[in-house]
């Protein structure tokens, strides 16, 4: 427990931009804390706007907040480094070609800290709590990471005696077969690969004016939207975003989708989010991607991040202003590509599993920000 709480007080005292443990910390209007100089510079990029915003949250500020030093949060700093629990450089947490990876973590995987015999795979700290929290996993049987799963399994058996295969190995076998034999059987009814496959699945979205916050004016058939500095006339409605500048798709998506976003000034953000997110408030549990309910590509100036559960992972890929989504909501995969033309590259791609039917969403960063749902051939 002490090694968990060590580990829960360097992340509130670390820097989102930098990832390292904040130096000059500052808390902005909002709550949240950065290093001086990176919200300083974060906000440099902003000031031909004159809004400025929180990195996290998204929440914007005119005029620009006045920084001022945290001087609790700076002890707090000083006294984790005077016992020696500096937080490792973020390049730490993440698996090299020689580290066991998590199994579950998508994008820039994290390294295991323990894998399971049952399970036959290898999971990170956040990842590894199921087996420590629930009644399912308490009876697995966890060892340090190993790459060799299966054949650490069959050495385990062939000591016990062939005649006598331990329980834990067998149902340990028969998941990883299992995938085995679902990913053969996926090879016959592939994922999309060309634009053309892609356009067999488009579908004709457009956006629910109940659900749309009020300083987004909708327009062209519902299909686009653009950031006013008014408010609209919208009538008060309890699936209405109230503080986000947000709005879902009146289409429900299950089965096989795709649909492109195209963002005619400046990138904003893409998701899918269930119906039971939060509309009310600024909370991570009303952010697209900040929450276990929605799923967020983050489309920067040339850059992107996925968001999922509040955890942000770095994305590579060509900038455009346009990004296609697929979502086949059976097979639980998630994909968004970055499009020019008939050339689509892939960007993110999730594997999970989806409990609900899903929604098409948008996130818009700043004033007079404009996104269209395009009408796909």
Request: hydrophobic share 30%; net charge neutral; charged share 25%.
């Amino acid at each position: 427990m002490a090694q968990r709480s060590i580990q829960l007080d360097q992340e509130r005292i670390s820097c989102s931009i930098c990832l390292d443990l904040l130096q000059d910390p500052v808390t902005i209007p909002c709550g949240h804390s950065y290093c001086m100089n990176c919200v300083k510079a974060h906000w440099d990029k902003e000031d031909r706007e004159c809004i400025y915003s929180c990195p996290q949250c998204r929440e914007t500020f005119t005029p620009r907040p006045v920084l001022v030093k945290s001087t609790m949060l700076a002890d707090l700093v000083e006294e984790l480094k005077k016992t020696g629990l500096q937080a490792a450089p973020a390049d730490h947490c993440y698996a090299g070609p020689e580290d066991v990876a998590c199994d579950v973590c998508t994008g820039r995987r994290l390294k295991a800290i323990k894998s399971c015999l049952v399970c036959v795979a290898s999971f990170c700290e956040k990842h590894l709590q199921p087996h420590y929290e629930s009644e399912t996993f308490k009876k697995h049987k966890l060892v340090e990471p190993s790459k060799g799963l299966e054949e650490n399994i069959c050495s385990l058996d062939t000591r016990e005696g062939r005649e006598t295969v331990s329980a834990s190995a067998e149902v340990a076998v028969k998941p990883r077969k299992l995938k085995i034999q679902q990913h053969i059987q996926g090879r016959e009814t592939q994922e999309p690969e060309t634009k053309a496959e892609f356009l067999k699945y488009s579908r004709e979205i457009t956006l629910d004016p109940n659900t749309v916050n009020k300083y987004l004016l909708l327009y062209g058939g519902e299909r686009k939207a653009t950031v006013t500095i008014e408010q609209q006339p919208y009538a008060s409605h309890p699936d209405r975003f109230t503080d986000l500048w947000q709005v879902l798709s009146r289409e429900t998506l299950t089965g096989r989708c795709y649909w492109e976003v195209d963002w005619r000034r400046r990138p904003g953000n893409v998701a899918v989010a269930y119906e039971t997110i939060s509309r009310a408030g600024r909370s991570s549990e009303c952010v697209f991607g900040g929450n276990d309910k929605s799923w967020a590509l983050y489309c920067g100036n040339m850059s992107y991040t996925f968001l999922h559960n509040n955890v942000q992972t770095p994305v590579s890929g060509p900038w455009s202003s346009r990004v296609g989504v697929y979502l086949d909501h059976g097979a639980g995969v998630l994909s968004f590509y970055s499009v020019s033309g008939d050339t689509m590259t892939l960007l993110h791609r999730v594997q999970t599993t989806f409990t609900q039917p899903l929604h098409a969403g948008l996130w818009f960063n700043y004033y007079k920000d404009t996104a269209e749902l395009c009408q796909l051939k």
